[in-house]
């Protein structure tokens, strides 16, 4: 019997190799084929992936920076101090504030931190006013607890 990939003669019914077998079963049978795009079910924007909705038409997408604080404790009842802050790390990511601790300048990690505490702020008060970028400063750990301690002032 020949090789089917490679006409070497063989014992085996098909291929000489595993080598051989793959390269023969990769070409006739590919593994990926190129996503298509796909369009929004709602609004037929264009959207590409596994999803069949855009962000606006989404009825689970929440855009947390146009919630107040009360709504966003009604929604996340234990969590809400954190999902302010992780709001505010992605603001902060996103702009073009520097990416280093503003008092000694380490660069190897950082932590942003509300100059103004989220307690401090009614509950009628916007997320977006919250992490306001005003409001929000890179600290390196120490100096951060510093600054939550009352050592540091900015």
């Known amino acids: 019997m020949n090789c089917k990939h490679c006409d070497r003669i063989t014992t085996n019914p098909a291929f000489c190799s595993l080598s051989c077998a793959a390269s023969f079963n990769n070409r006739k049978f590919p593994k990926k084929k190129t996503a298509k795009a796909k369009s929004c079910k709602h609004c037929r924007i264009q959207i590409f992936g596994r999803r069949t909705t855009c962000d606006d038409c989404n009825p689970s997408y929440v855009d947390w ?12 009842k234990y969590q809400h101090s954190a999902r302010v802050r992780q709001v505010a790390r992605h603001i902060y990511r996103q702009s073009n504030r520097p990416k280093c601790c503003v008092v000694c300048e380490y660069d190897k990690h950082y932590e942003v931190c509300h ?3 989220i307690q401090e702020f009614s509950d009628l008060t ?5 992490n306001d970028l005003n409001n ?7 100096h951060h ?3 939550d301690h009352g050592l540091l002032t900015l």
């Open 65 to 76: 920076t146009r919630l107040t604080l009360s709504e966003l404790k009604a929604r996340a």
């Open 115 to 117: 100059i103004k505490p």
């Open 126 to 130: 916007p997320i977006a006013i919250i």
């Open 136 to 142: 929000l400063v890179a600290l390196c750990p120490n």
């Open 145 to 147: 607890w510093e600054f």
